[in-house]
């Protein structure tokens, strides 16, 4: 099957740092990849869509300044919250995509992110 | 708008069966997933459906009828590790996915 490696699986820091979060397709190439976040006890919320070598499309509420998302590689998509505040205490989750496969998405293990 | 709909919540009996029901409204269709989601981990695929019917996959069954814009995922033989939320999602006319607010269920001895 697919594999998507999501990395760091948990993190904690301090407010006003950045953070940076990977997301990497272990055998196959992903053409699309997805972030999302999901607070405790509400389902997944689309954060933004990327395509390899173009920029990130962004839901809307979503601010494109502060959750950067770089996709510069077939298999590598990061996702860097900056100036972290606690509200952004989350669940991430990345998903990707094979071109061969659009009905499925492959998900990471998921990030926690602790900002204190 | 789109929007899918399933339960908050449901309580079952250890080996016993239940039902978690999905009713979808999407700007089209390219297939219906569910996936189990435990506390504090990413989801995990259970099931795909995209023509109507039902298919069986072990103690997981999924039904789909598209004229009704409704699926169901049927659990038979409940175990405690089936304890987790269960999530429906559609696959929209844009490849994107659509997620339900998933459903708890909470299995009892």
Redesign the interface.
């Known amino acids: 099957g697919a594999v998507v490696s999501?990395h760091p699986s948990r993190v904690i820091c301090k407010s006003g740092t950045s953070v940076k979060i990977e997301c990497r397709s272990l055998d196959f190439q992903a053409t699309t990849m997805?972030w999302y976040r999901q607070f405790p006890?509400?389902?997944?919320?689309?954060m933004a869509?990327s395509n390899e070598g173009s920029k990130a499309t962004y839901e809307q509420g979503v601010e494109k300044d502060k959750f950067l998302i770089n996709h510069a590689s077939l298999t590598l998509s990061t996702l860097t919250v900056t100036s972290a505040h606690p509200e952004d205490s989350s669940?991430y989750?990345c998903s990707a995509?094979r071109a061969d496969r659009?009905?499925?998405?492959f998900?990471?293990?998921?990030t926690?992110l602790t900002v204190v | 708008g789109q929007n899918i709909d399933q339960p908050t919540e449901m309580t079952a009996t250890e080996g016993a069966i239940v039902q978690i029901n999905c009713t979808y409204q999407t700007s089209g269709f390219n297939g219906l997933f569910w996936y189990q989601q435990h506390a504090g981990e990413a989801p995990t695929f259970l099931s795909y459906n995209v023509l109507d019917g039902l298919e069986e996959k072990g103690r997981f069954s999924s039904f789909l009828s598209r004229s009704k814009g409704y699926s169901y995922l049927l659990l038979k033989e409940l175990q405690m590790k089936d304890s987790a939320s269960y999530l429906c999602a559609v696959l929209d006319s844009n490849y994107q996915l659509i997620w339900g607010a998933g459903t708890k269920l909470i299995i009892k001895p």
Do not use: H, N, P
């Open positions: 999501q997805f006890k509400q389902s997944l919320m689309l869509t669940f989750i995509r659009e009905t499925e998405a998900f990471g293990q998921g926690r």
